[in-house]
């Protein structure tokens, strides 16, 4: 399997339930990344991680909580979300944080948080 | 600070149109520009790139100019294929900066019909 992978596809979840989201990537990135899409609204970058090292974090309400175990795997735990979190959550990677390497991305988590 | 200004769809052309979507941005340097697409159901993937002025990125049919004069980067292709149905994005990232710091674009969903 080569690419970027995400799972699961949907999500559906409560306010008080605790969720994970994972990626992984088979290309020999360096950096991965998570975004969220909303509608008529510009991609945001919520968490960068370069050699598995954090590198950003846009000041991303603390109810969302990235780990890196390594630099293949990246998830996003989910705890007490609001309905207004609802998205589309995309994972991509880089070969590096710097220079003119291109994002992957993967194919995203729907989530509904009800 | 730097912006990325598309033009707002939904743009509808039928099969064979000229296409053209405009992207406009605002950088205190010299930016290297992207377009993304992103197919239903898909997340993002690059479409082409320009790295400096006058230079032009060219894929899959479409072509975009780096217009340093006119601060553009208007995403075309000659006749539109109903595959060619999708989000594009315009993206914009400064030279000094990684990935971290990409600036998109809105999107622009195009629908071609048969």
């Known amino acids: 399997e080569t690419g970027v992978t995400q799972t699961p596809r949907h999500l559906v979840m409560g306010m008080t339930n605790k969720k994970s989201l994972k990626c992984e990537q088979h290309l020999g990135h360096n950096a991965m990344y998570w975004y969220k899409q909303s509608a008529k609204k510009p991609l945001e970058l919520m968490f960068v991680y370069s050699l598995e090292e954090r590198v950003e974090n846009n000041s991303v309400p603390s109810r969302f909580s990235p780990e890196c175990p390594n630099s293949s795997h990246l998830f996003l735990h989910l705890h007490t979300l609001q309905p207004e979190d609802s998205a589309l959550y995309l994972c991509?990677?880089?070969?590096?944080?710097?220079?003119?390497?291109?994002?992957?991305f993967g194919n995203g988590t729907r989530l509904t948080v009800t | 600070g730097n912006s990325v200004t598309q033009m707002e769809g939904p743009v509808t052309l039928s099969e064979e149109a000229f296409l053209t979507i405009n992207c406009t941005y605002t950088a205190t340097g010299y930016p290297s520009l992207f377009w993304y697409v992103q197919y239903p159901g898909e997340g993002l993937q690059l479409l082409l790139k320009?790295?400096?002025?006058?230079d032009k990125g060219s894929n899959k049919g479409f072509e975009a100019t780096y217009r340093k004069e006119t601060t553009s980067f208007h995403l075309e292709k000659g006749s539109v294929q109903v595959s060619d149905s999708a989000v594009y994005f315009c993206v914009l990232k400064m030279a000094n900066f990684g990935n971290e710091k990409l600036t998109f674009g809105t999107g622009t969903r195009l629908t071609i019909i048969p």
């Open positions: 320009a790295t400096k002025a006058d």
């Open positions: 991509a990677s880089s070969q590096a944080l710097r220079g003119d390497s291109p994002l992957h």
